[in-house]
């Protein structure tokens, strides 16, 4: 989910910046709250296929956004904000969105976080936020709005840039895990086809399986990539930062690039 309005960074003066000694500025209202860091620890259990990470880190999707308590922009940091930020955030969608009360307040606000990226061009990133919103979904048992969640984030991933190989993958696994059985079956064949590297080859064909047996359910990398005895799963690599926000595509060519 990576952009710049998720990057942060100290300033010169010892501080973030849009954060005051009273409390983090909102970027986009320039209202000030307290805002508990977060410094994500690394994962113990394997990911999911869809790369959701494994506990400890699964656990703590609470604090993987803030969110500003006058106008509700949440994000990564909300200190910082893409210019055109405040527009969407003032505009009647975001303002539905954060109201509807019929879906689950964290995965408001994710969807929060990706409405605003959608509105300022960041498609992917908007996908993975939206894929987010999907796994509070399934964390609710609410398998309704996880499979509707899921099939927004793939045709966000789908209205971007080109998906390599590696995204596609994530691709497929929200097809299979909203039950969208042909066109997962056909996203699998055409990813097969175009000779991925090969640990991308075997994360699908355990895919093509769970397809052919119509298995929505949820399962791990390690199906597919036995972690090796003395060291963590390969797919947690970098997975702290990816969980924030940051550096997601290159940690995503991380996890398939290696054993």
């Known amino acids: 989910m990576a952009s710049p309005s998720s990057s942060t960074g100290p ?24 805002q508990p860091p ?20 699964r656990g703590t999707m609470a604090r993987w956004l803030q969110q500003c308590p006058h106008c509700s922009y949440a994000a990564p940091d909300i200190g910082r904000a893409h210019p055109a930020a ?23 606000r994710f969807l929060a976080w990706a409405h605003v990226l959608e509105e300022t061009g960041a498609l992917h ?7 987010h919103a999907a796994w509070v979904a399934d964390d609710m048992n609410r398998p309704d709005l996880a499979a509707s969640w899921r099939l927004e984030a793939v045709a966000l991933w789908r209205s971007g840039p080109p998906l390599d190989a590696e995204q596609t993958v ?6 299979r895990r909203a039950e969208a059985w042909e066109d997962a ?7 097969l086809a175009s000779q991925p ?12 399986r769970l397809v052919a047996a119509r298995d929505a359910g949820r399962h791990t990398m390690a199906s597919a990539l036995p972690p090796p005895a003395r060291r963590p799963h390969v797919a947690q690599q970098r997975i702290g930062r990816r969980a924030t926000g940051e550096g997601l595509w290159s940690w995503l060519r991380q996890i398939f690039g290696r054993r």
């Open 170 to 175: 994530r691709v497929i696994d929200a097809l």
């Open 197 to 208: 590297p090969e640990a991308v080859a075997q994360v699908t064909a355990v895919e093509r």
């Open 125 to 131: 990133a908007a996908a993975e936020a939206t894929l």
């Open 185 to 191: 079956a056909a996203t699998v064949e055409g990813l």
């Open 11 to 34: 300033s010169s003066t010892g501080t973030q910046a849009g954060r005051p000694a009273g409390g983090l500025r909102c970027a986009v209202c320039g209202g000030e709250s307290r």
């Open 86 to 108: 405040a527009e969407a955030v003032a505009a009647a969608p975001f303002r539905a969105l954060i109201t509807e009360t019929s879906h689950p307040l964290l995965a408001r």
């Open 38 to 57: 977060f410094r994500p620890g690394p994962p113990e259990q394997a990911p999911d296929l869809d790369l959701r990470p494994g506990e400890p880190l």
